[in-house]
């Protein structure tokens, strides 16, 4: 097959260049530069008119605009005046449209990288100002508190029943679910090092105060990070995308106290008893390591969990569940107040809000552990 | 018209307001009064700040610099336990109807009359029967906001804005994404409610036909010098304006830009 050239110049007069256009244009199959009209316009000094000729063209697409829109980009640049008559008619009015509103030069300045001390500096602003939102949303949510116990309570109750339904006993499987392994784990963990002491009994010692104390209400936290934390989040960052928190706020109900009360209050109550049940489970969990698979005695298990587990144990459990409600319900819902006016914004006040809610927890749950050793609790 | 003439006290008067996020500054320098009874305009290009002028007027963003009047009051200046009284005398319809979604249509209308009267469970429900009914929902009380159409939502949204009998009803783009038909009802109920009511209207529209039919003042906002060209009669400035980017506004761009702003005179385009 002849290569085919789509593009050939002769110069007609001493100040006109004539471009023939050939072929077919289009897109995906490589058709010339426009720097090859540029180079033949440098190497032939003096033009100050360009024709076209179209004859031989037989087919073309987009692929003729782009060429076009460059080469009449440069020509004006330099000051060469395109007779664009010689062009299809086709191409000659898309052209016009192409250029009736100039480029915005402005609109590309995003692209532009700031400098490392540039972004020192709008980061530590952030955070700044971030942290006055943080400490502006807390306050504000423990004046709604307040309001609550002195006042009139500013939401629906049925709101507050179902978020009880929701962050109560809608997350019993997947809390009966993890707790119950991780009591297992536990139990295989410990009795496997314990066995090598002939101690094999005290694994419930282990689990017991294990799951009571500490695992029970961590794994609680994370499961009501991922599971409610980011729901609200997104129910919260959904009303804000639809104008919902608007229609509140021009009604004078205070979405602080009308969506975001409920919530915390659900969540918060509901923590410390999820605490507990899955410390319930993750005991269980020991008991089926111990009892069928080792074969201790199913009443010496239990004797052991009652002896070991304190009611401080238990005090300790069920705050943290309290605390890590407190921190997850309001780590969803400052993401989901926060959020933007876009469906990814939607998205990123989840994922936000789900990290913020982890982290917390994880930084809570040191401090307490902490204080409780110093306070040799 | 006539009615509004002889009833000329300003409503909401706006005083040298600038609006901005951050250091952007959307407008500037806009001064203009909403008299009692008005049916108010406030238009312009896409994307030029009239949703947040509207955002402006209602209450949820406080301006860069100026004063919002409401009579004599200035909105900003007051407390906030002032401004919410105020605010409970504004009714809004958001560009998408803005209902709750986890509340059927009846809970939506019934919220705002549950805050703010001291009807029993019974008159409310007869209440919120009848605003449905006003705007042709009658029977749609346990619809969720998800189970019915756009324009129903918008219906319903309008029902939830008149909920408290508001004295100043604020419209977000009303018949963006209506069809020509339910674009029309919404406007003659737009008009049924100021002569009902007597109730200041304030729409936010790109929307000719609208804007002929039931403007009867406005605010025109430009984009490119951000702050307003003309305030007035929507009919009047058709007929007076010598601007050219009203002028191509009001007439879909149908003037020849190149003939020196007199060639719009000749089509003389005429309003419904």
């Given at each position: 097959?002849?290569?085919?050239?789509?593009?050939?110049?002769?110069?007609?007069?001493?100040?006109?260049?004539?471009?023939?256009?050939?072929?077919?244009?289009?897109?995906?199959?490589?058709?010339?530069?426009?720097?090859?009209?540029?180079?033949?316009?440098?190497?032939?000094?003096?033009?100050?008119?360009?024709?076209?000729?179209?004859?031989?063209?037989?087919?073309?697409?987009?692929?003729?605009?782009?060429?076009?829109?460059?080469?009449?980009?440069?020509?004006?640049?330099?000051?060469?005046?395109?007779?664009?008559?010689?062009?299809?008619?086709?191409?000659?009015?898309?052209?016009?449209?192409?250029?009736?509103?100039?480029?915005?030069?402005?609109?590309?300045?995003?692209?532009?990288?700031?400098?490392?001390?540039?972004?020192?500096?709008?980061?530590?602003?952030?955070?700044?100002?971030?942290?006055?939102?943080?400490?502006?949303?807390?306050?504000?949510?423990?004046?709604?508190?307040?309001?609550?116990?002195?006042?009139?309570?500013?939401?629906?109750?049925?709101?507050?029943?179902?978020?009880?339904?929701?962050?109560?006993?809608?997350?019993?499987?997947?809390?009966?679910?993890?707790?119950?392994?991780?009591?297992?784990?536990?139990?295989?963990?410990?009795?496997?090092?314990?066995?090598?002491?002939?101690?094999?009994?005290?694994?419930a010692n282990l689990v017991g105060i294990a799951m009571v104390r500490e695992m029970g209400a961590i794994m609680t936290g994370i499961i009501m990070a991922g599971r409610t934390g980011a729901a609200f989040a997104a129910q919260l960052g959904t009303m804000q995308v639809n104008e919902e928190i608007d229609a509140l706020n021009t009604l004078g109900i205070k979405p602080m106290e009308f969506l975001v009360l409920p919530r915390m209050l659900g969540l918060t109550l509901m923590a410390p008893l999820l605490c507990m049940y899955a410390g319930i489970m993750g005991i269980l969990g020991g008991w089926?390591?111990?009892?069928?698979?080792?074969?201790?005695?199913?009443?010496?298990?239990?004797?052991?969990?009652?002896?070991?587990?304190?009611?401080?144990?238990?005090?300790?459990?069920?705050?943290?569940?309290?605390?890590?409600?407190?921190?997850?319900?309001?780590?969803?819902?400052?993401?989901?107040?926060?959020?933007?006016?876009?469906?990814?914004?939607?998205?990123?006040?989840?994922?936000?809000?789900?990290?913020?809610?982890?982290?917390?927890?994880?930084?809570?749950?040191?401090?307490?552990?902490?204080?409780?050793?110093?306070?040799?609790? | 018209?006539?009615?509004?003439?002889?009833?000329?006290?300003?409503?909401?008067?706006?005083?040298?307001?600038?609006?901005?996020?951050?250091?952007?500054?959307?407008?500037?320098?806009?001064?203009?009064?909403?008299?009692?009874?008005?049916?108010?305009?406030?238009?312009?290009?896409?994307?030029?700040?009239?949703?947040?002028?509207?955002?402006?007027?209602?209450?949820?963003?406080?301006?860069?610099?100026?004063?919002?009047?409401?009579?004599?009051?200035?909105?900003?200046?007051?407390?906030?336990?002032?401004?919410?009284?105020?605010?409970?005398?504004?009714?809004?319809?958001?560009?998408?109807?803005?209902?709750?979604?986890?509340?059927?249509?009846?809970?939506?209308?019934?919220?705002?009359?549950?805050?703010?009267?001291?009807?029993?469970?019974?008159?409310?429900?007869?209440?919120?029967?009848?605003?449905?009914?006003?705007?042709?929902?009658?029977?749609?009380?346990?619809?969720?906001?998800?189970?019915?159409?756009?324009?129903?939502?918008?219906?319903?949204?309008?029902?939830?804005?008149?909920?408290?009998?508001?004295?100043?009803?604020?419209?977000?783009?009303?018949?963006?994404?209506?069809?020509?038909?339910s674009s029309k009802r919404l406007d003659d109920l737009i008009l049924e409610l100021r002569d009902t009511l007597g109730a200041t209207v304030v729409v936010v529209t790109h929307e000719l036909a609208s804007i002929f039919t039931i403007g009867n003042n406005s605010v025109f906002l430009d984009p490119e010098t951000r702050t307003m060209i003309a305030n007035g009669d929507p009919h009047k400035l058709l007929e007076e304006s010598k601007d050219p980017r009203v002028q191509r506004f009001l007439r879909r761009g149908e003037v020849e830009e190149a003939s020196g702003g007199e060639a719009w005179l000749?089509?003389?385009?005429?309003?419904?």
């Amino acid at each position: 097959m002849i290569e085919q050239t789509l593009i050939n110049f002769s110069r007609i007069t001493a100040d006109k260049l004539l471009v023939r256009l050939s072929g077919t244009w289009q897109i995906g199959e490589d058709p010339p530069h426009a720097e090859a009209l540029l180079e033949q316009i440098k190497s032939e000094p003096g033009i100050q008119r360009i024709a076209f000729d179209t004859q031989n063209l037989k087919d073309w697409d987009s692929s003729l605009l782009i060429f076009m829109l460059k080469v009449m980009n440069q020509l004006k640049e330099r000051d060469i005046i395109a007779e664009k008559e010689g062009l299809p008619e086709g191409v000659q009015r898309l052209l016009d449209l192409a250029t009736a509103v100039p480029e915005q030069k402005d609109a590309g300045q995003k692209e532009e990288l700031p400098s490392f001390l540039d972004k020192v500096g709008t980061d530590a602003l952030r955070f700044v100002s971030s942290t006055g939102e943080l400490i502006g949303f807390v306050g504000e949510a423990w004046l709604a508190t307040v309001k609550l116990f002195v006042g009139k309570a500013g939401f629906r109750p049925s709101d507050m029943a179902l978020f009880l339904q929701q962050s109560g006993a809608e997350a019993l499987p997947i809390v009966s679910l993890i707790s119950l392994l991780v009591g297992l784990i536990l139990g295989f963990v410990g009795i496997i090092q314990l066995k090598m002491f002939g101690a094999e009994m005290y694994v419930a010692n282990l689990v017991g105060i294990a799951m009571v104390r500490e695992m029970g209400a961590i794994m609680t936290g994370i499961i009501m990070a991922g599971r409610t934390g980011a729901a609200f989040a997104a129910q919260l960052g959904t009303m804000q995308v639809n104008e919902e928190i608007d229609a509140l706020n021009t009604l004078g109900i205070k979405p602080m106290e009308f969506l975001v009360l409920p919530r915390m209050l659900g969540l918060t109550l509901m923590a410390p008893l999820l605490c507990m049940y899955a410390g319930i489970m993750g005991i269980l969990g020991g008991w089926i390591v111990a009892v069928p698979i080792y074969g201790i005695d199913s009443t010496t298990y239990i004797n052991q969990v009652t002896q070991a587990v304190g009611l401080n144990d238990l005090f300790i459990g069920l705050f943290m569940g309290l605390v890590f409600g407190v921190l997850v319900s309001l780590s969803g819902c400052l993401r989901g107040m926060q959020c933007g006016r876009s469906a990814s914004a939607v998205g990123d006040a989840a994922t936000s809000a789900v990290v913020t809610g982890i982290v917390a927890i994880i930084v809570a749950t040191a401090i307490i552990t902490i204080l409780c050793d110093v306070l040799g609790i | 018209m006539t009615e509004t003439d002889t009833n000329k006290e300003a409503h909401i008067k706006v005083k040298d307001l600038t609006m901005a996020y951050g250091s952007f500054v959307v407008m500037r320098d806009l001064n203009f009064s909403v008299n009692r009874g008005d049916i108010f305009i406030i238009m312009g290009g896409s994307g030029c700040g009239k949703s947040t002028l509207m955002k402006h007027l209602i209450g949820l963003n406080p301006p860069a610099k100026g004063r919002v009047l409401y009579g004599d009051m200035s909105f900003w200046e007051t407390g906030s336990k002032q401004r919410e009284q105020f605010m409970r005398r504004f009714g809004v319809l958001y560009q998408s109807g803005a209902l709750w979604s986890s509340m059927t249509l009846a809970e939506n209308i019934a919220l705002p009359l549950e805050q703010y009267t001291d009807l029993g469970p019974g008159q409310i429900r007869e209440l919120v029967s009848l605003k449905l009914a006003l705007v042709g929902l009658a029977g749609f009380e346990t619809f969720y906001p998800s189970e019915i159409s756009g324009g129903m939502r918008k219906r319903a949204g309008l029902a939830r804005a008149m909920a408290l009998d508001p004295e100043i009803l604020f419209f977000d783009e009303p018949s963006a994404g209506l069809d020509p038909v339910s674009s029309k009802r919404l406007d003659d109920l737009i008009l049924e409610l100021r002569d009902t009511l007597g109730a200041t209207v304030v729409v936010v529209t790109h929307e000719l036909a609208s804007i002929f039919t039931i403007g009867n003042n406005s605010v025109f906002l430009d984009p490119e010098t951000r702050t307003m060209i003309a305030n007035g009669d929507p009919h009047k400035l058709l007929e007076e304006s010598k601007d050219p980017r009203v002028q191509r506004f009001l007439r879909r761009g149908e003037v020849e830009e190149a003939s020196g702003g007199e060639a719009w005179l000749k089509k003389s385009a005429k309003p419904s």
